[in-house]
């Protein structure tokens, strides 16, 4: 096995959590390589809706957000599968982009700022001995000071390290598949309509160029009752809504087929593994109906970065390191994820929804404070 250069950080993943790291990092003047597995620019299963919390943040690390033109989204539809709805003004709002526009210009700010990007290449195994991290990645190895893990919704280093939500049998918060069109139809530009279906839901938001982003979450095992044939879930099931079936029957679908992924886990996650320090999806996902996965990988990042900056100055010890990004990291998000559990659960069962829907029509606060509790500040 070829063993390369020592550096200061190596990120495992490629997404917004692990490119907005390596750039602050690289930033400060530390070496710092990040491993992704694709090629960019490449489309992501993702809902692509970003809160309002981190528009200063991105703009800051060198995104010109202002200049995009992209849609402000600040109204809320959700339907429930027999078609009752509710409507809300979200009180911060966000902002719609694709992640194959927003990764693949984060990428282009790494490399400029220094960052080295391992494109297509799988890391196999991390390791920590003599207090330094071995990254293997096919015949090669590095190692680096710190390694994060950035490597989203589930990876085979989350196998390799036999972390626990891994470990569990398929279950109520574990089993999920989700699935991505991008769309041209007739819907409001500043509004984002989550439309509850049996055992799941689909949102749809505009990001740039006139497109739209439907992109839907649902159980394994509806599928599976669909002979595991997407087309046949989409028309038995997710139709028996009066809007999607709308929807569905309007629309005119951009990809050949649609962008998957399995068995997703909404199970609590670790923010250290073996003096790994996780953030993004690998830390812990929040329910994507409550529309801030994205905002909370780079607002992670972040808190991931306030901490192994000074240590790789050697300001901190790794122990203050690790203890104080768990602290952090939790005190910012706990809450979200956990009422973004609370709701998932509130979204299963079609009779459950259907009534949650009418019971929250003539209490419109009720749906205001659940979307307050799953929205952070601006950081």
């Not at 010109?64 to 599968?81: A, E, G, M, R």
């Not at 982009?97 to 990007?117: M, P, Q, T």
């Not at 293997?136 to 196998?159: E, I």
Request: aromatic share 12%; glycine share 8%; net charge positive.
């Amino acid at each position: 096995m070829t063993t390369t250069h020592t550096y200061d950080a190596a990120i495992v993943g490629g997404g917004l959590a692990g490119l907005c790291l390596s750039i602050q990092l690289a930033k400060e003047g530390h070496r710092v390589i990040l491993f992704e597995k694709e090629k960019y620019p490449f489309h992501k299963v993702c809902g692509e809706y970003i809160s309002f919390e981190c528009w200063n943040f991105l703009e800051e690390i060198g995104v010109p957000l202002s200049d995009w033109n992209l849609p402000h989204i600040n109204n809320l539809l959700v339907s429930s599968p027999s078609g009752q709805t509710i409507k809300r003004r979200l009180p911060l709002g966000g902002f719609g982009i694709s992640r194959y526009k927003l990764d693949a210009f984060l990428a282009e700010l790494a490399r400029n700022a220094g960052v080295e990007i391992k494109e297509e290449t799988k890391v196999d195994n991390v390791w920590f001995s003599n207090a330094i991290f071995h990254v293997q990645y096919g015949t090669a190895m590095c190692r680096a000071k710190q390694v994060c893990g950035t490597f989203g919704k589930r990876s085979n280093l989350d196998v390799k390290l036999k972390r626990s939500f891994i470990q569990k049998k398929p279950g109520k918060f574990n089993n999920y598949i989700a699935v991505k069109y991008h769309i041209k139809t007739d819907f409001p530009r500043d509004h984002i309509a989550l439309h509850n279906f049996k055992n799941g839901y689909c949102g749809i938001s505009q990001v740039e160029d006139e497109k739209y982003c439907l992109c839907y979450l649902t159980t394994a095992q509806n599928l599976q009752q669909c002979d595991n044939v997407i087309a046949q879930l989409e028309q038995n099931i997710l139709r028996r809504n009066p809007y999607l079936d709308k929807l569905f029957g309007a629309a005119t679908f951009l990809y050949p087929s649609p962008l998957t992924i399995a068995q997703i886990s909404f199970d609590k996650k670790t923010q250290l593994e073996h003096h790994m320090l996780m953030t993004g999806d690998a830390a812990g996902m929040i329910a994507p109906l409550c529309g801030n996965g994205m905002s909370m990988a780079m607002h992670g990042s972040k808190i991931a970065f306030q901490q192994i900056h000074p240590f790789l100055q050697g300001k901190i010890s790794r122990y203050e390191m690790e203890s104080a990004y768990q602290i952090n990291w939790n005190t910012t998000f706990q809450k979200r994820l956990k009422t973004g559990r609370r709701i998932q659960g509130l979204f299963g069962r079609e009779w459950l929804t259907n009534y949650f829907i009418r019971l929250m029509q003539p209490f419109p606060s009720v749906a205001d404070r659940l979307i307050k509790q799953t929205h952070g500040e601006p950081f």
